[in-house]
């Protein structure tokens, strides 16, 4: 599969392409070292000392099983990052899919109820508006501020622009806010989870205009 080349505002390069499955160990390993200070991780893995490891697990298993299936998921050709989508009216989950899904269970341990009490808290809170979905994206430390987010986000970016589709995410760190908001993110809501000490911002990007040749010229 060709790479392609994605651009940020800021200029820096990067070649892209769809992640595949011998792909999953790698980019599992970057996205626990991005996450692994994260608010969210550490609700779900409290055990700092455990969490990396932990945190290897989940994203295998969230990237081979939930979105390589049904979503779509970008990489770089170095693995050192990812960006995971899901699409417009993804349909359900199949049987198969959902008995797939039960070995989250011995990922999350004691944590699971609480896990599924987040799910639902953003579920109620999900737009029903049909949208392309960044679920996870994320970048190892040793790569981040030079643009490899940008570079893995624009794939999609452009093609919800193309089709005139909207996209929509859930910020757990406030420092992000700036890096969504300069690719056309907005933030429409803020909550505190219940019965946690998590604040999540809820994003959403509505699709750019077309550009008309010549607009603007005297």
């Not at 794939?155 to 890096?179: H, I, M, T, W």
């Not at 699709?207 to 607009?215: D, S």
Request: aromatic residues 10%; contains cysteine.
């Amino acid at each position: 599969m060709d790479p392609e080349v994605a651009v940020d505002p800021g200029g820096a390069a990067f070649e892209v392409r769809r992640l595949l499955p011998a792909d999953v160990s790698t980019v599992s390993v970057s996205l626990a070292k991005a996450f692994r200070d994260d608010p969210v991780s550490a609700y779900l893995f409290p055990k700092d000392g455990r969490r990396l490891r932990q945190l290897v697990r989940y994203f295998r298993f969230q990237v081979s099983v939930v979105f390589l299936p049904r979503g779509e998921c970008w990489t770089t050709t170095g693995l050192e990052g990812a960006a995971l989508w899901m699409p417009p009216r993804s349909a359900p989950p199949t049987v198969r899919e959902a008995m797939a899904q039960l070995p989250i269970l011995a990922i999350l341990g004691r944590r699971t109820n609480a896990a599924v009490k987040l799910v639902r808290f953003l579920e109620e809170n999900h737009p029903r508006t049909p949208h392309f979905y960044l679920g996870t994206i994320g970048t190892e430390p040793d790569s981040q501020r030079r643009g490899v987010g940008s570079a893995l986000m624009l794939p999609v970016l452009q093609r919800c622009d193309e089709q005139g589709l909207p996209a929509y995410l859930e910020s757990s760190k406030f420092e992000n806010l700036a890096f969504y908001h300069r690719h056309g993110f907005e933030v429409v809501k803020q909550l505190t989870v219940p019965d946690a000490d998590l604040t999540l911002w809820l994003m959403w990007r509505e699709p750019k205009p077309p550009e008309v040749p010549g607009a603007g010229s005297g």
